[in-house]
């Protein structure tokens, strides 16, 4: 009896031991998906040709230190979500936002070195017409996203960095009544700046910037202490190969 029993104890401990190393190599052989590597589908889940708006897509700020670079956000335009830090070296976001107050928008692109998204397969670029987004139809050729750039501050106000998407309003006399209260405000210019993006997934987006205000859309009722930065925008995405942007 004392025999079997042994040899039975010393048969259910191999059985343990073979099931553990087969767990354990077929897990190796058949990992679980690393979400933050895991590639969306190239519709994602917006569809296209449906104009999408995003509210009060939030970046936190420190108007203590407002030369502090903050960290940079992203955001999917092909899912409408905001994506987590550590998807940086991923193609599941489109937009970055960095720089001064994160309001400077660049694209995820994985071969240009000075991109966000470097050594991922994101295939991004960006660019910005002078144009109102409704005048925007044509979708430009690739040869004309930049991988590099991003787009923030315009020459029409202080600060400003070439084409921009917003006006900065340093001293308030500018688009202000040089009032106080409209020192230091940032005007959005959806009438004549168009945002276009090539997405990390090779789709087409143009994007009207409209505020960075919180539930305040119009001029009049942006002043320095209205909360900020609080981004409202509208956005449609066409597919890859398109030549032209459509609202259907």
Known sequence: MRSITHNLTKWLGVLTIAGMLFSSCSKSNNPEPDPKTDTPAASGSVPFYKLQRVENFSAPTDDSAPTTAPPVLYFSLENKVQAPADYQKTARWD????????????????????????????????LILKQAFETVTDVPADKDFSTSKTFGTDDQGAFGE?????????????????????????????????????????????????????????????????PHMYFTFEYVIVPKGSTKFEIK
């Open 95 to 126: 937009l970055s936002f960095s720089n001064l107050y994160n309001s400077f928008i660049g694209a995820n692109n994985g071969k240009d070195a000075t991109n966000p998204g470097y050594t991922a397969n994101g295939v991004g670029g960006i």
């Open 162 to 226: 070439g084409t921009g998407w917003y006006l900065y309003d340093f001293g308030g006399n500018i688009r202000g009544d040089g009032s106080y209260n409209k020192q230091h405000v940032a005007y959005a210019m959806p009438e004549s700046r168009t945002l276009v993006v090539r997405t990390a997934t090779g789709n087409y987006a143009k994007i009207k910037m409209i505020s960075c205000y919180k539930d305040v859309l119009t001029a009049d009722k942006w002043f320095r202490d209205t």
